[in-house]
């Protein structure tokens, strides 16, 4: 048996998988976000332990005797957040996560620096790890002072598991220290913000063990000997997953932020079209990513103001698509990453007239948020990155509707996989089992099978080809009215 653990920002999913890569067990535990500031998101990197004790036990008593067969576990988390300890491994503050945007001002003076899209490959933005420890330096010094070690926050379950300082090259890439090339921490990188390597954890690859889980875990679950994985961060393990691993395989994620993500056998970066270009989980490989940041957050938003449930919203449109006078939603309601960099803008419904209603609003939010993921298309494909279809994931996928909306924006075929989980912790779970075997990647991580396949339908071309140039066109024109609204 094989376990995945990964650690989301709404909650710890675990995934329990055999050697015939059957699901056999699952359990999850949630968690929640203090936002103290407007911009800002926190967790307490304690409750993440307590959610993981949580829903072990609740695994345990379900299916004993699947989790004393485990022989290997593999991580997965949402990236970047920053986690610091003092020199007692204890928590100095709340993690500063991935969606909090406080440092975008420290963000802009690195990103002013060459060095870092020299070296990293990327456009340091606010989300990033390095820019959060810049703002922790000016903001609260005595913090940093006691600064001995910056984890990422599924690294920090790790030590909890092993004992043991160690990060993998996907995760790492997230945090602008890393010489991505290389798949080295940069020495010159870490220096600009005020911090040693011996303040880093050391580097595995993800694939590869980074320790072994601590006795006494071990005996509290069951469990004897076990290797926990490097891991990845969550899209490069939902890639592991689907078995997006070899150039040419790419998958759209409609969860909370939008995501395009194809594997590279090579390093190319492109740093200026906002397009993030990170090692991958397994070695020798890299991967290119598109990300807007609100994708079924925007709807989640919708729902919240309409007072209804996400589901009920989509269902009221039907299953089949039907084109509605021109209206656009921008779905910039957490700032947007690709191809912007805009931590700043904020969402906005353009073209309402008496003619809309909640339905149509509904279905200018799908579009939306579909017109984000082709900007993120566009970007990868300036790279010279080629993507000629993608597996979906994600909540999203719930809605066919919104799969085909999907389809016509990006105007190339989107795969539904058959049931199952296939997502970062399954992706996690296969990563254990690679350290524990040493087993080939494409033998393990194979593609699941397609339940169904939404192609663009050329009838509607003519409209997602004027919707997205509107969609295009509108961003410059929100960011006046913001400044001038500013002033």
């Known amino acids: 048996m094989y376990l995945g653990i990964d650690l989301g920002t709404s909650g710890v999913k675990l995934l329990l998988v055999d050697d015939a890569q059957r699901v056999v067990g699952s359990a999850a ?6 936002r103290p500031q407007t911009g800002w998101a926190e967790q307490d990197p304690v409750d993440w ?14 299916v004993p ?77 005595a913090v940093f002072a006691k600064l001995a070690k910056v984890l990422l926050p599924k690294d920090y379950l790790r030590l909890w598991l092993t004992g043991e300082y160690a990060s993998e090259m996907s995760d790492a890439s997230g945090t602008s220290w890393l010489d991505v090339a290389a798949r080295a921490w940069s020495p010159e990188l870490l220096e600009a913000t005020g911090l040693t390597p011996a303040q880093m954890p050391r580097l595995v690859e993800g694939s590869h063990a980074s320790g072994q889980l601590r006795s006494e875990l ?51 970066p492109k740093a200026d079209s ?45 299953a089949t698509f039907a084109p509605q006078q021109p209206l656009t939603f921008l779905p910039y309601l957490s ?41 993120s298309l566009e970007a990868l494909t300036s790279t010279g990155t080629g993507i000629d279809r993608v597996m979906a994931v994600g909540g999203g996928t719930a809605s066919p509707l919104w799969l085909q909306i999907l389809a016509n924006a990006l105007g190339i075929p989107v795969d539904l996989p058959a049931d199952g989980d296939f997502g970062a912790a399954f992706g996690a779970a296969r990563l254990g089992r690679l350290a524990e075997t040493g087993e080939r990647v494409a033998a393990v991580c194979t593609p699941p099978a397609v339940a169904r396949s939404f192609e663009p339908d050329p009838a509607h071309h003519a409209y997602f080809a004027q919707g997205y140039a509107t969609f295009r066109a509108l961003y410059p024109a929100l960011t006046r009215a913001m400044a001038a609204s500013a002033t």
Request: proline share 5%; hydrophobic share 40%; with cysteine.
């Open 218 to 268: 071990a005996s509290a679950w069951g469990m004897g000997r076990v290797v926990v994985a490097g891991g990845a961060g969550d899209n490069a393990a939902t890639a592991i997953g689907l078995g997006t691993t070899t150039q040419g395989t790419a998958f759209v994620s409609l969860g909370t932020s939008g995501v395009l993500f194809a594997a590279t056998p090579a390093y190319q």
């Open 65 to 141: 005797n699947a989790v004393s067969a485990v022989r290997g576990i593999g991580l997965s988390g949402q990236m970047h957040g920053a986690t610091l300890l003092d020199a007692n491994d204890t928590v100095l503050r709340p993690a500063i996560l991935w969606n909090d945007t406080r440092s975008h001002a420290e963000a802009a003076t690195l990103d002013a620096t060459p060095a870092f899209r020299a070296i990293s490959g990327n456009i340091v933005f606010p989300g990033f790890t390095a820019p959060k420890l810049a703002w922790v330096q000016k903001h609260e010094p």
């Open 335 to 375: 700032g947007e990453r690709t191809p912007h960099n805009d931590p700043r803008v904020r969402g906005s419904f353009v073209g309402l007239d008496h003619t809309h209603g909640r339905t149509q609003m509904t279905q200018a939010v799908l579009e939306g948020v579909a017109y984000a993921s082709r900007d």
């Open 49 to 62: 332990l307590h959610a993981t004790t949580v829903a072990m036990n609740d695994l345990r008593s379900r």
């Open 29 to 34: 535990a949630p968690l929640t976000v203090q």
């Open 274 to 318: 906002a397009v993030h270009t990170f090692c991958h989980a397994v070695p020798e490989t890299w991967h290119q990513m598109g990300v807007a940041l609100s994708a079924t957050d925007s709807l989640n938003w919708w729902g919240k103001v309409c007072e209804m449930a996400p589901s009920a919203l989509t269902q009221e449109l039907g």
